[in-house]
């Protein structure tokens, strides 16, 4: 009941000028265009994989009864990879969660804590008996998305790595033999208690492989997040698991192209972008910026964004000109994959909680890397040697004016 | 008669699983949508300036009719930008010229290239009637895209800088005080007679302003243009017109996230991208790779891709275990703008001939440099140190594994 006021909330308060009655681009299209139609749209939006061909994978009974019985939106599709000769497929089975926050921000944080535990819980049995190797959450998934009021109190959410989200999670790891990646807001108590936003890996065992701190830290809008933190000192760290080499792309860090092709030069296969972002200011940015990504880099990326409209107990300011208000606008959610052969898959709701199941046989990487050839070509020496002199004050673009240019502009 | 039996070969030869009936994904939508749904389809895949707020450009009846009379699309649409108080706007009007070749690739050179010169003059003339400022053609439009073939006899088309073909447009540019980017297949009789993939920057007063050369050459299934020309050493010039700071990134070059950025960094506002690609191979990548580089860079993009199938008089083999065959496939269209704030335009036909105009006020693009804040958050000291240590052959990439690994995986 909580959650439907909350959700109900973020319909009527978001300025986003969406339409209410779709639950995602692809639900309404293949709802509103005729079959060969819808196909060709897919062709066109989401790649080959999806363009007629897109597979849909058989989950068992039990957790698509988790689905209905917790109103969770649940889809499962898969990536085609071409045959080798010399390899074996590598088919790993990856969940991204999407959900709205549980109870009210007024409640005592504990409770706020640990209604989103109950709530998660289902959703994780549901990957767990799906079979599932590799689950991610969203960013900070463990609290609101407090940042906008840039109150510090909500700094009492911050966890140390091996804290209570942590331990929560390695039961689940260890049940279902499942990665997890868990996105928190990190306390780092042996260096004076600062705040870090940290992606904390967690093996099939439920050991802690390691962290990733995320990277690039908003300044716009309402994401007041150096306020609360700073760029992150874990550089671009590849994770190897028994299930594949992953990595963590954290939020805002999906604007720039070189913190992906980092993940890459590194090794990825598989890089995950938790996220929490809103309509008004992202939304046609969303599809794209993952997406590019696994193209340019030959992996796999999967997209997580948070679901709803959270709102807080004191009014603030957002920088626009407009009045002070509560909420942060609406999370659009829309989680989905992307694939190396610029395929993906579509998205899941852009109200509800969700999990996004996907196969993807992780020799597409370097299939593609092959094919298109876009390491052999990049001439990354060439561009070293630009940054190394960007870096400096000195540093003089390379530009050609027109001779006759002043002549002109008289 | 020539073009429309081209045209009818590349509809019925390529093999892109591609359905005929309609010209461009966004005609389709637009004319199977309830207007209410497609402008929320509208909203979330061509952006903010795009959702229902289009704002068409009236075009004199001049350029409307050689546009009818000579059966090219004509489209041109505005985007819009903020009011600044101590900035002007700086409104530009540019132009992206996209065609099929005009006479078979059986006739003899000259004719096939004057056809083209004849093809184009009223394509140019009607951006000139327009009022265009920049203009730019297609990737080595003086020819057939013949690289394909591995036969090196097609290089008798290839010109000095100053050759037939800039001159043709020298008297556009001085005639409609407009700047020109020709993109030809460029030999440097300086160097051995060697050819490049080169941008000649032609200003309006018919001087030319300098050259860019392709810096990253594909190796992908008919693209065998290595077999012609090497990677580019002009580096990333801006070239610094009357109406604003442009550059050239040359076809495959849309790949590399780098190559974009390096245009970034030396100031470009406009980035044109002609290029020669087919739907089978990279269509679903086409609308992703340019409009992610106007997001990450702050500025314009100008995507042109040519027209229609060219069949050649010799078979050859692809690569893909396919028989041999005479044609390349079907180069799409589909040319377009993309701009800073995640808009972009719809799409040229996939089919004809076309003309896209688009005003563009280039304050947007330090708008949004200030408004998303990718500069200032991007760590370029980060990135120049990993890609001084990735070019070095003992580089190690930064990878974190599970300790139990080999006893999981054993």
Redesign the interface.
């Known amino acids: 009941m909580d959650k439907k006021m909350i959700s109900e909330n973020g319909e009527t308060t978001t300025a986003d ?3 209410c009655g ?1 639950d995602s ?1 692809h639900q ?2 293949s709802a ?3 079959p ?2 819808y196909q ?2 897919s ?6 994989n999806c ?1 007629g061909s897109l597979e849909q994978i058989v989950l068992p009974e039990s957790a698509k009864a988790l689905s209905s019985k917790h109103d969770f939106d649940l889809q499962a599709v898969s990536f085609s990879a071409d045959k080798e000769q010399m390899r074996m497929p590598r088919v790993v089975r990856v969940g991204l969660i999407q959900n709205s926050i549980a109870i009210p921000t007024t409640a005592p944080f504990s409770d706020q804590k640990r209604a989103i535990f109950d709530k998660l819980k289902p959703m994780i049995d549901a990957a767990g008996v799906a079979g599932v190797n590799i689950l991610c959450l969203q960013e900070a998934w463990t609290m609101p998305f407090a940042f906008c009021t840039r109150e510090k109190r909500w700094c009492e959410f911050a966890e140390p790595v091996d804290g209570e989200s942590t331990k929560f999670l390695q039961e689940f790891a260890r049940k279902y033999n499942m990665v997890i990646v868990s996105p928190i807001l990190e306390r780092d108590i042996d260096h004076g208690e600062v705040m870090w936003n940290t992606a904390v ?1 967690i ?3 439920g ?1 802690i ?2 962290k990733h701190r995320k ?6 809008g309402d994401f007041n997040e150096s306020t609360y933190y700073m ?1 992150g000192d874990t ?8 299930f594949g ?1 992953i990595a963590v792309n954290i939020c ?1 860090g999906r ?4 913190n ?3 993940f890459g ?3 990825a296969e598989i890089v995950f972008n938790p996220s929490a972002t809103v309509g008004g200011l ?4 969303w ?3 993952a ?2 990504a696994a ?2 880099n030959s992996y796999f990326v999967g997209s997580i964004n948070r679901v709803g409209t959270e709102v807080f107990p004191n009014p603030f300011t957002s920088g626009d000109e407009k009045p002070q208000h509560n909420d942060f606008g609406h999370f659009y959610g829309s989680s989905h994959f992307s694939a190396p052969d ?2 993906c898959t579509p998205s899941l709701s852009r109200y509800k909680d969700g999990l996004m199941i996907s196969d993807m046989d992780l020799n597409l990487c370097r299939q593609y890397k092959d ?4 390491r ?9 040697d ?3 002199k ?2 400096k004050p000195d540093f003089k ?9 002043h002549k ?2 008289s």
Chains 1, 2 share one sequence.
């Open positions: 000028g969406s339409i779709y681009l309404l299209l509103n265009l005729k060969e139609l060709e749209v062709r066109l939006l989401l790649g080959r363009g890996i093996g099939n065992n050991n492989i390691g990277n690039h830290i908003p300044r716009v760029e550089g671009h760290p590849v994770f190897e698991t028994v080499k805002y604007h720039h192209p070189l992906w092709l980092a030069l590194n090794g992202s939304e046609p940015m599809p794209i910026e997406r590019n193209i340019a610029a395929s094919k298109w050839g876009f052999m070509t990049a001439r990354y020496e060439v561009y070293a630009l940054l190394a960007y870096i673009p390379q530009v050609v004016s027109d001779p006759l240019l002109n502009s």
